[in-house]
């Protein structure tokens, strides 16, 4: 069935449609209130962004799933994007979340916890803290004025108070020097002062300090006052005439028409936290479908849901705020402000994101040059229809022990560590690259059609070696039914051998595609020699134990030190003593181990 026959069959419900290119991959999905409307969109004649012209013509297939509702669609949009990462979906990572303060309300004695994962699991969280504002401050200044304890969540029996209760930073509920009802209240004040609604904290401290000033306490008084001057900081950043709402997150959305750029003002307790910017590369073409998607994903993170969100442009948020809704329990407020503080909360975001936008540019462009532009041209260069997923694959021994193989991936000219892969050599005797080379491509190969982990087939192979180890592995390869293009990039003068031709392919040292190859090679020889060592270290992890003086972590320097095992055991001390993190002692221990059972062997 063509492309123009399943859009005219398309079906007039909700769901979420799935864009292919030529090579199967998923490139993008979406969801859609009415899926034959929406998906025609992208067919027609009418002018697109260039992003969405890019994504578009780039599609070979799509399908398309029905949902009962459009809340449904969102969901199941969200896990998808999710599970296959679409080059054309926005795309949020998680790798960089602030801190929050956590209190367990569960406990009988609560403890102030720091943590940067936010779980639903019935505890208070307050924060995001950035942007000026340390997560380690607000704790100290709990501390200072209401005394609440900050040791591990179990209290268990002590035989005296630790020094947080000497110098006043702990009322010791440990020792049972505060009823459980007081200790609660103490909980009470320091939640609403997190909050925004107590502001007792600052006139404690100051007490405290000029009594620490009386008692001739300095260094105490001197803690105190820069407390003093952070509170001051933080109450600055006060956001008047919120009303009863004091945790919001407002968005706003800032694109060149080729990258886009979210950022987020975010509200606890009534105070300006600061503004958090996310680079997008979207190829949606609604404020609704951008803004359900990103804040899908947003809210999936564990980022904490506020009470209201504030967004620039108005859409139909029902199925937005159910979802939402499912991740809590209750479904935020969100509104869409022209006026007053929580207008400008949107406006400071939007200024933001025009900001990143302006002054990422020339890195957005630099990045593209190396990844998606050294994709297009190294597919010019080999004449083949994709380089979207690239995998390259090295074999690391020594003199034949301790075989094995690595699978470095890259999708869209960026590293995926999450697909890479590791094997231990099976099957050759020896060392023989060649055979190994064969085992490993014909494994892969193999389990391509019943392991999911192996489902998606590169659109390149790249072999680390050249004329031999290519045609060992396009050998195997085209025995087994496949017909994937494969190069070999040989180290030594950085040549690109082609299964089909006995001449290299010699690029400029500064071409993007060969430094494409590069990264993709190093990545697998990284990840190999790693792996080797790891197995090499296993081996010989009693023997180097019993030397006095090597531990885990100097048997780990040694073993990174010495390629060759049996170079670290001809080592004389000098050069044992020159390796950093091996003392004099140590390195005698070592020679002298090696060598007396040297000498006993000769004996």
């Known amino acids: 069935m063509t492309l123009k026959e399943k859009i005219k069959n398309l079906p007039e419900n909700s769901g979420v449609y799935i864009m292919r290119d030529a090579g199967g991959n998923i490139i993008y999905v979406g969801k859609a209130v009415v899926l034959k409307n929406r998906v025609r969109q992208y067919f027609n004649n009418s002018p697109k962004l260039p992003k969405v012209q890019a994504m578009v013509d780039n599609i070979a297939d799509f399908e398309y799933i029905i949902t009962l509702t459009e809340k449904d669609a969102l969901a199941l949009e969200a896990n998808l994007i999710r599970k296959y990462k679409p080059h054309y979906n926005i795309l949020l990572k998680d790798d960089k979340h602030s801190p929050y303060i956590k209190i367990d309300l569960k406990q009988d004695y609560p403890t102030i916890e720091v943590t940067r994962k936010v779980k639903r699991d019935g505890a208070r969280y307050f924060g995001p803290f950035f942007n000026g504002i340390h997560v380690w401050d607000i704790v100290g200044v709990i501390k200072s004025a209401y005394r609440m304890r900050t040791c591990p969540k179990r209290m268990g029996k002590k035989d005296r108070a630790c020094l947080n209760y000497h110098i006043g930073l702990c009322s010791a509920p440990c020792m049972g020097y505060i009823s459980k009802e007081d200790y609660r209240e103490t909980v009470q004040k320091v939640?609403?002062?997190?909050?925004?609604?107590?502001?007792?904290?600052?006139?404690?401290?100051?007490?405290?300090?000029?009594?620490?000033?009386?008692r001739e306490e300095f260094e105490r008084a001197i803690v105190y006052r820069d407390q003093l001057a952070m509170l001051k900081k933080l109450r600055e950043r006060t956001v008047a005439n919120l009303g009863n709402v004091t945790d919001i997150d407002a968005f706003a959305y800032a694109s060149s028409g080729e990258y886009g750029v979210v950022s987020v003002a975010l509200v606890r307790g009534n105070k300006m936290m600061g503004v958090k910017n996310y680079r997008i590369n979207d190829a949606s073409m609604t404020t609704e479908e951008l803004f359900s998607t990103f804040l899908s994903q947003y809210y999936a993170l564990d980022n904490e849901l506020p009470e209201e969100i504030c967004l620039e442009e108005e859409f139909d948020t029902t199925a937005l705020s159910e979802y939402l809704g499912t991740i809590t329990g209750k479904p935020p407020f969100i509104t869409f402000p022209k006026k007053g503080a929580r207008a400008r909360l949107v406006k400071t975001a939007h200024s933001n994101a025009s900001d990143y936008l302006v002054k990422s540019s020339e890195k957005l462009e630099r990045e593209k040059d190396m990844t998606l532009g050294a994709v297009k041209q190294l597919e010019k260069i080999l004449g083949i229809k994709s380089a979207r997923r690239i995998e390259c694959y090295d074999i690391s021994n020594i003199s034949g022990v301790d075989k094995v193989a690595s699978q470095s991936v890259f999708i869209d000219g960026k590293s995926s560590p999450s697909d890479y892969r590791k094997y231990r050599i099976k099957t050759v005797e020896g060392a023989d690259d060649f055979k190994c080379m064969e085992e490993v491509i014909k494994r892969r190969l193999q389990r391509a059609s019943n392991d999911e982990k192996?489902?998606?087939?590169?659109?390149?192979?790249?072999?680390?070696?050249?004329?031999?180890?290519?045609?060992?592995?396009?050998g195997v390869m085209t025995s087994l039914g496949y017909d994937i293009p494969m190069v070999g990039l040989a180290k030594r003068e950085e040549e690109i051998f082609t299964p089909h031709s006995s001449d290299p392919i010699v690029l400029k040292k500064d071409n993007y595609a060969l430094r494409l190859l590069q990264r993709v090679r190093d990545e697998a020889h990284r990840f190999a020699i790693t792996y080797h060592r790891?197995?090499?270290?296993?081996?010989?992890?009693?023997?180097?134990?019993?030397?006095?003086?090597?531990?885990?972590?100097?048997?780990?320097?040694?073993?990174?030190?010495?390629?060759?095992?049996?170079?670290?055991?001809n080592a004389d001390a000098q050069t044992l003593a020159a390796i950093e993190g091996i003392d004099s002692a140590t390195a005698q221990n070592v020679y002298d181990y090696f060598h007396n059972k040297t000498e006993g062997q000769k004996a």
Do not use: C, H, W
């Open 191 to 214: 939640m609403r002062f997190l909050s925004g609604y107590d502001d007792t904290a600052e006139k404690l401290i100051e007490e405290r300090m000029n009594a620490a000033v009386e």
């Open 454 to 474: 192996f489902s998606y087939l590169p659109d390149l192979i790249v072999i680390d070696g050249g004329k031999g180890q290519l045609s060992s592995a396009y």
């Open 534 to 569: 790891k197995l090499r270290g296993k081996r010989y992890y009693s023997e180097l134990d019993e030397i006095p003086g090597v531990g885990k972590k100097r048997r780990a320097i040694l073993l990174k030190a010495f390629e060759n095992y049996e170079d670290l055991k």
